[in-house]
């Protein structure tokens, strides 16, 4: 079983003596683990001696209205997954622990990047994301961090503040793990009825589809009009849409696609919408050669 540590300084009392010998992973997560998490652990296991994984349900990325008070809180559960996939600790601190101030008066993201996508819909979410993350790259000191693939606008916002506040942690971002039925996994499905849990998978089908599309051809109008149309497809298959739309693999705007697919880069369609209680996101990559 791995040891649970709730408070900073025992946690680090035991990495210190540690970290100079050994490659310390840590896998930050918001708990309610499921095989997507566990695939996170597996991958750190073989970037790392040590892996540590932090379960804090972080109330400052949450805005008002959202599910902060509901979000399911399952840490003996969780910990007992994380002992058939060899975790070693678990890092779940109170909120006291973790703000001595709420809110935080520091924050360390800014720029076009938090405020698109996830970020306009979810005002403020990534300055929460942005100061749990880098106070859990402070408490742990990670020689290497995973995060999912899933959680694509975040990846991106964590891989920028690593370069520019120059933390020396190594980010791997590891595959969306889905369920049989190309459902991407997430805590969050389980706020879905039995009905929706059917519908759902459409979501990842409009995706390949739309991404299929975009590979055969090359013309810039044409990219707006499949992207219409896949809305209209999602719209009318039940879901509403937060944003669907197809960026580079930095989040930029599309404005030439015939360039870039002469380049070789790829494309992301990008895609969070809404199937009853839970708002499902939803990636898929685009590559051309
Ligand atoms: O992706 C998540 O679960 C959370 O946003 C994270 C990275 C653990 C920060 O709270």
Same mark, same amino acid.
């Given at each position: 079983?791995?040891?649970?540590?709730?408070?900073?300084?025992?946690?680090?009392?035991?990495?210190?003596?540690?970290?100079?010998?050994?490659?310390?992973?840590? $896998?930050?997560?918001?708990?309610?683990?499921?095989?997507?998490?566990?695939? #996170?652990?597996?991958?750190?296991?073989?970037?790392?001696?040590?892996?540590?994984?932090?379960?804090?349900?972080?109330?400052?990325?949450?805005?008002?209205?959202?599910?902060?008070?509901?979000?399911?809180?399952?840490?003996?559960?969780? $910990?007992?997954?994380?002992?058939?996939?060899?975790?070693?600790?678990?890092?779940?601190?109170?909120?006291?622990?973790?703000?001595?101030?709420?809110?935080?008066?520091?924050?360390?993201?800014?720029?076009?990047?938090?405020?698109?996508?996830?970020?306009?819909?979810?005002?403020?979410?990534?300055?929460?994301?942005?100061?749990?993350?880098?106070?859990?790259?402070?408490? $742990?000191?990670?020689?290497?961090?995973?995060?999912?693939?899933?959680?694509?606008?975040?990846?991106?916002?964590?891989?920028?503040?690593?370069?520019?506040?120059?933390?020396?942690?190594?980010?791997?971002?590891?595959?969306?793990?889905?369920?049989?039925?190309?459902?991407?996994?997430?805590?969050?499905?389980?706020?879905?009825?039995?009905?929706?849990?059917?519908?759902?998978?459409?979501?990842?089908?409009?995706?390949?589809? #739309?991404?299929?599309?975009?590979?055969?051809?090359?013309?810039?109008?044409?990219?707006?009009?499949?992207?219409?149309?896949?809305?209209?497809?999602?719209?009318?298959?039940?879901?509403?849409?937060?944003?669907?739309? $197809?960026?580079?693999?930095?989040?930029?705007?599309?404005?030439?696609?015939?360039?870039?697919?002469?380049?070789?880069?790829?494309?992301?369609? #990008?895609?969070?919408?809404?199937?009853?209680?839970?708002?499902?996101?939803?990636?898929?990559?685009?590559?051309?050669?």
């Amino acid at each position: 079983m791995p040891t649970i540590y709730h408070h900073i300084a025992a946690l680090q009392d035991t990495l210190k003596p540690l970290r100079s010998e050994q490659r310390i992973a840590l $896998v930050p997560t918001m708990g309610n683990l499921h095989d997507g998490h566990l695939e #996170l652990v597996k991958m750190a296991k073989q970037q790392a001696d040590i892996v540590v994984v932090s379960i804090f349900v972080n109330p400052t990325q949450f805005g008002e209205g959202e599910d902060f008070d509901s979000y399911p809180r399952t840490l003996d559960e969780d $910990v007992a997954k994380l002992a058939t996939v060899g975790a070693d600790y678990v890092f779940a601190p109170s909120i006291d622990e973790m703000y001595p101030v709420l809110p935080p008066p520091t924050s360390v993201l800014a720029g076009a990047i938090t405020t698109q996508l996830c970020g306009q819909s979810r005002p403020g979410h990534f300055d929460g994301v942005g100061i749990v993350v880098s106070k859990l790259f402070n408490i $742990v000191q990670p020689d290497v961090a995973i995060f999912g693939q899933k959680d694509y606008q975040q990846l991106a916002i964590i891989k920028q503040l690593v370069r520019d506040l120059s933390y020396p942690i190594e980010i791997v971002g590891a595959p969306i793990v889905r369920a049989a039925d190309g459902l991407a996994l997430s805590s969050r499905n389980q706020y879905l009825s039995a009905a929706e849990r059917q519908m759902a998978p459409i979501l990842h089908q409009e995706l390949q589809r #739309l991404a299929q599309q975009l590979m055969a051809g090359n013309d810039q109008h044409e990219l707006k009009s499949l992207l219409a149309e896949t809305q209209t497809r999602i719209t009318d298959a039940g879901f509403t849409i937060d944003y669907l739309d $197809v960026r580079t693999e930095q989040l930029d705007a599309v404005d030439n696609v015939k360039s870039l697919k002469e380049n070789n880069q790829k494309l992301m369609i #990008l895609v969070a919408a809404w199937l009853g209680r839970a708002r499902l996101l939803d990636n898929e990559i685009v590559t051309f050669n």
